[in-house]
Protein backbone atom coordinates (compact mmCIF):
# COMPACT_ATOMS: atom_id res chain seq x y z
CA UNK A 1 0.00 0.00 0.00
CA UNK A 2 1.29 3.58 -0.91
CA UNK A 3 0.74 5.55 1.83
CA UNK A 4 1.32 9.62 1.80
CA UNK A 5 0.91 11.66 4.64
CA UNK A 6 -0.55 15.09 4.53
CA UNK A 7 1.08 16.86 7.05
CA UNK A 8 -1.49 20.26 6.75
CA UNK A 9 0.05 23.84 6.41
CA UNK A 10 -1.50 24.27 10.03
CA UNK A 11 0.78 21.61 11.75
CA UNK A 12 3.79 22.07 9.13
CA UNK A 13 3.85 25.59 10.08
CA UNK A 14 3.82 25.10 14.16
CA UNK A 15 3.02 21.38 15.03
CA UNK A 16 5.86 19.05 12.70
CA UNK A 17 6.37 16.68 16.00
CA UNK A 18 2.37 15.96 15.01
CA UNK A 19 3.24 15.05 11.36
CA UNK A 20 6.94 12.99 12.65
CA UNK A 21 4.59 11.26 15.20
CA UNK A 22 2.15 10.20 12.41
CA UNK A 23 4.97 8.47 10.31
CA UNK A 24 6.66 7.12 13.54
CA UNK A 25 3.21 4.94 14.34
CA UNK A 26 2.97 3.59 10.84
CA UNK A 27 6.89 2.68 10.45
CA UNK A 28 6.52 0.69 13.90
CA UNK A 29 3.48 -1.05 12.58
CA UNK A 30 5.77 -2.34 9.09
CA UNK A 31 4.63 0.82 6.66
CA UNK A 32 6.25 3.21 4.91
CA UNK A 33 5.06 6.49 4.61
CA UNK A 34 5.95 8.78 1.85
CA UNK A 35 5.81 13.12 1.85
CA UNK A 36 5.12 14.50 -1.36
CA UNK A 37 7.22 17.86 -1.20
CA UNK A 38 4.63 19.33 -3.57
CA UNK A 39 1.59 19.29 -0.86
CA UNK A 40 0.42 22.40 0.24
CA UNK A 41 -2.73 24.50 2.19
CA UNK A 42 -6.07 22.22 1.56
CA UNK A 43 -8.06 25.86 1.11
CA UNK A 44 -9.91 25.47 4.18
CA UNK A 45 -9.17 29.17 4.80
CA UNK A 46 -10.23 30.16 1.64
CA UNK A 47 -13.13 28.45 1.59
CA UNK A 48 -14.31 29.46 4.90
CA UNK A 49 -14.12 32.99 5.06
CA UNK A 50 -15.77 33.01 1.43
CA UNK A 51 -13.38 32.99 -1.37
CA UNK A 52 -14.09 29.58 -2.93
CA UNK A 53 -13.01 30.39 -6.60
CA UNK A 54 -9.33 31.06 -4.85
CA UNK A 55 -9.33 27.89 -3.63
CA UNK A 56 -9.60 25.71 -6.19
CA UNK A 57 -5.84 26.16 -7.72
CA UNK A 58 -5.18 24.52 -4.21
CA UNK A 59 -7.91 21.37 -4.89
CA UNK A 60 -6.29 20.81 -7.92
CA UNK A 61 -2.69 20.92 -6.38
CA UNK A 62 -4.00 18.57 -3.76
CA UNK A 63 -5.75 16.09 -6.34
CA UNK A 64 -2.46 16.45 -8.58
CA UNK A 65 0.12 15.51 -6.14
CA UNK A 66 -1.99 12.91 -3.91
CA UNK A 67 -3.42 11.26 -6.95
CA UNK A 68 -0.87 7.49 -7.01
CA UNK A 69 -1.60 6.79 -3.73
CA UNK A 70 -3.33 3.89 -2.26
CA UNK A 71 -3.85 5.80 0.88
CA UNK A 72 -3.44 9.62 2.23
CA UNK A 73 -3.32 10.04 6.01
CA UNK A 74 -3.82 13.58 7.56
CA UNK A 75 -3.88 14.29 11.88
CA UNK A 76 -5.99 16.86 10.87
CA UNK A 77 -9.99 16.13 11.40
CA UNK A 78 -10.68 19.86 10.29
CA UNK A 79 -8.59 19.35 6.91
CA UNK A 80 -9.59 15.49 6.36
CA UNK A 81 -13.01 17.33 6.33
CA UNK A 82 -12.61 20.09 3.84
CA UNK A 83 -10.73 18.06 1.93
CA UNK A 84 -13.25 15.24 1.53
CA UNK A 85 -16.27 17.26 2.10
CA UNK A 86 -16.19 20.59 0.15
CA UNK A 87 -13.05 20.06 -2.51
CA UNK A 88 -16.04 18.09 -4.53
CA UNK A 89 -18.19 21.21 -4.34
CA UNK A 90 -15.53 23.56 -5.40
CA UNK A 91 -14.68 21.15 -8.53
CA UNK A 92 -18.46 20.77 -9.31
CA UNK A 93 -19.07 24.61 -8.75
CA UNK A 94 -15.89 25.85 -10.84
CA UNK A 95 -13.66 23.29 -12.27
CA UNK A 96 -13.46 21.60 -15.46
CA UNK A 97 -15.02 17.80 -15.55
CA UNK A 98 -11.51 16.36 -15.49
CA UNK A 99 -10.74 18.17 -11.98
CA UNK A 100 -14.44 16.59 -11.04
CA UNK A 101 -13.40 13.27 -11.73
CA UNK A 102 -10.15 13.30 -10.38
CA UNK A 103 -11.61 14.74 -7.43
CA UNK A 104 -13.86 12.04 -6.95
CA UNK A 105 -11.17 9.46 -7.38
CA UNK A 106 -9.06 10.63 -4.67
CA UNK A 107 -11.86 11.33 -2.22
CA UNK A 108 -12.51 7.36 -1.08
CA UNK A 109 -8.90 7.14 -0.29
CA UNK A 110 -7.87 10.34 2.26
CA UNK A 111 -8.26 9.53 6.02
CA UNK A 112 -7.98 11.14 8.66
CA UNK A 113 -4.97 9.42 11.19
CA UNK A 114 -7.41 7.70 13.77
CA UNK A 115 -10.04 6.09 11.22
CA UNK A 116 -6.91 5.10 8.86
CA UNK A 117 -5.53 2.66 12.07
CA UNK A 118 -8.82 1.52 13.08
CA UNK A 119 -10.69 1.02 9.57
CA UNK A 120 -8.10 0.06 7.04
CA UNK A 121 -4.97 -1.45 9.00
CA UNK A 122 -7.63 -2.43 11.70
CA UNK A 123 -5.64 -2.00 14.94
CA UNK A 124 -6.19 -0.02 18.28
CA UNK A 125 -3.25 -1.05 19.82
CA UNK A 126 -0.07 0.50 18.51
CA UNK A 127 2.15 -0.18 20.71
CA UNK A 128 2.30 3.52 22.33
CA UNK A 129 3.35 3.52 26.46
CA UNK A 130 2.28 7.13 28.30
CA UNK A 131 2.25 6.79 32.09
CA UNK A 132 -0.49 10.01 32.18
CA UNK A 133 -3.89 10.78 33.10
CA UNK A 134 -5.40 11.91 29.74
CA UNK A 135 -8.91 14.08 28.83
CA UNK A 136 -10.10 13.95 24.84
CA UNK A 137 -11.62 16.53 22.99
CA UNK A 138 -14.06 15.62 20.44
CA UNK A 139 -13.26 18.32 17.94
CA UNK A 140 -16.18 19.78 16.05
CA UNK A 141 -15.33 18.60 12.84
CA UNK A 142 -14.09 14.76 13.99
CA UNK A 143 -17.42 14.27 16.40
CA UNK A 144 -20.21 16.27 13.50
CA UNK A 145 -17.92 16.36 10.34
CA UNK A 146 -15.96 13.34 10.19
CA UNK A 147 -18.06 11.45 12.76
CA UNK A 148 -15.50 9.51 14.44
CA UNK A 149 -17.13 8.27 17.10
CA UNK A 150 -14.96 6.20 19.68
CA UNK A 151 -12.55 5.75 17.59
CA UNK A 152 -9.77 8.28 19.71
CA UNK A 153 -11.29 6.60 22.53
CA UNK A 154 -10.82 3.07 21.81
CA UNK A 155 -6.69 3.61 20.78
CA UNK A 156 -6.01 5.61 23.75
CA UNK A 157 -7.64 2.96 25.63
CA UNK A 158 -4.88 0.46 24.30
CA UNK A 159 -2.41 2.77 25.50
CA UNK A 160 -0.22 1.19 28.13
CA UNK A 161 -0.05 3.32 31.32
CA UNK A 162 -2.75 5.96 30.17
CA UNK A 163 -6.27 7.01 32.68
CA UNK A 164 -8.58 7.86 30.24
CA UNK A 165 -10.43 10.39 32.03
CA UNK A 166 -14.04 11.73 30.92
CA UNK A 167 -14.34 15.78 30.22
CA UNK A 168 -18.01 17.30 31.38
CA UNK A 169 -19.91 18.11 28.15
CA UNK A 170 -17.03 16.89 25.98
CA UNK A 171 -19.02 17.60 22.73
CA UNK A 172 -19.10 21.47 23.35
CA UNK A 173 -17.12 23.60 21.16
CA UNK A 174 -14.23 24.80 22.64
CA UNK A 175 -14.89 28.36 20.54
CA UNK A 176 -11.99 27.94 18.10
CA UNK A 177 -13.20 27.72 14.82
CA UNK A 178 -10.82 29.20 12.60
CA UNK A 179 -11.34 32.48 11.64
CA UNK A 180 -15.05 32.40 13.76
CA UNK A 181 -12.11 33.24 17.09
CA UNK A 182 -10.99 36.46 15.30
CA UNK A 183 -14.54 37.38 13.75
CA UNK A 184 -16.50 36.16 17.27
CA UNK A 185 -13.53 37.01 19.46
CA UNK A 186 -15.78 37.70 22.71
CA UNK A 187 -18.55 34.79 21.93
CA UNK A 188 -15.33 32.38 21.43
CA UNK A 189 -13.43 33.45 24.37
CA UNK A 190 -16.90 32.70 26.79
CA UNK A 191 -16.85 29.33 24.54
CA UNK A 192 -13.59 28.41 25.78
CA UNK A 193 -13.41 29.85 29.37
CA UNK A 194 -15.88 26.80 29.53
CA UNK A 195 -14.24 24.59 27.87
CA UNK A 196 -11.18 25.29 30.59
CA UNK A 197 -13.30 24.67 33.34
CA UNK A 198 -14.32 21.62 32.03
CA UNK A 199 -11.22 20.23 31.34
CA UNK A 200 -9.75 21.15 35.10
CA UNK A 201 -13.13 19.52 36.12
CA UNK A 202 -11.77 16.38 34.86
CA UNK A 203 -8.79 16.37 36.81
CA UNK A 204 -6.38 15.53 33.89
CA UNK A 205 -2.65 16.38 33.29
CA UNK A 206 -2.64 16.16 29.32
CA UNK A 207 -5.54 16.92 27.11
CA UNK A 208 -5.72 15.65 23.13
CA UNK A 209 -7.76 15.66 20.53
CA UNK A 210 -6.93 15.23 16.72
CA UNK A 211 -6.49 18.66 15.69
CA UNK A 212 -3.91 20.41 16.98
CA UNK A 213 -6.03 23.88 16.04
CA UNK A 214 -8.38 23.56 18.91
CA UNK A 215 -5.55 22.05 20.83
CA UNK A 216 -3.62 25.60 20.29
CA UNK A 217 -6.73 27.65 21.62
CA UNK A 218 -7.85 25.83 24.58
CA UNK A 219 -4.05 25.44 25.54
CA UNK A 220 -3.62 28.94 24.95
CA UNK A 221 -6.13 29.29 27.52
CA UNK A 222 -5.07 27.50 30.24
CA UNK A 223 -1.71 28.82 30.12
CA UNK A 224 -3.05 32.18 30.89
CA UNK A 225 -4.67 30.69 33.83
CA UNK A 226 -1.59 29.27 34.62
CA UNK A 227 -2.55 25.84 34.30
CA UNK A 228 -0.12 23.11 33.89
CA UNK A 229 -2.29 20.65 31.91
CA UNK A 230 -0.53 20.44 28.49
CA UNK A 231 -2.02 19.45 25.04
CA UNK A 232 -1.05 17.16 23.03
CA UNK A 233 -1.94 16.06 19.68
CA UNK A 234 -3.38 12.36 20.01
CA UNK A 235 -0.94 10.85 17.40
CA UNK A 236 2.03 11.89 19.48
CA UNK A 237 0.14 10.52 22.53
CA UNK A 238 0.41 7.19 20.36
CA UNK A 239 3.90 7.29 19.38
CA UNK A 240 5.05 7.46 22.80
CA UNK A 241 7.00 4.99 24.52
CA UNK A 242 7.79 6.23 27.78
CA UNK A 243 9.04 3.98 30.37
CA UNK A 244 9.28 1.26 28.19
CA UNK A 245 11.66 -1.36 28.14
CA UNK A 246 14.61 -1.67 25.38
Known amino acids: MRI ?11 FPDTGRAVVSVLERLGHTVDFPQEQ ?7 FNTGYRP ?5 VERFARTFASYDAVVTPSASCAGMVRENHPVLAEDYGPAALQRQVAELMPRVYEFTEFLTDVLDVTDVGARYP ?3 AYHPTCHSLRGLRLGDRPERLLRAVKG ?37 VLDSGAEVLCAADNSCLMHI ?28
Open 4 to 14: ALFVTCFNDTM
Open 40 to 46: TCCGQMH
Open 54 to 58: DAVPL
Open 132 to 134: HKV
Open 162 to 198: LDLVDIPAADSCCGFGGTFAVKNADTSAAMLADKNAA
Open 219 to 246: GGGLSRQGSVVRTVHLAEILAATEGATQ
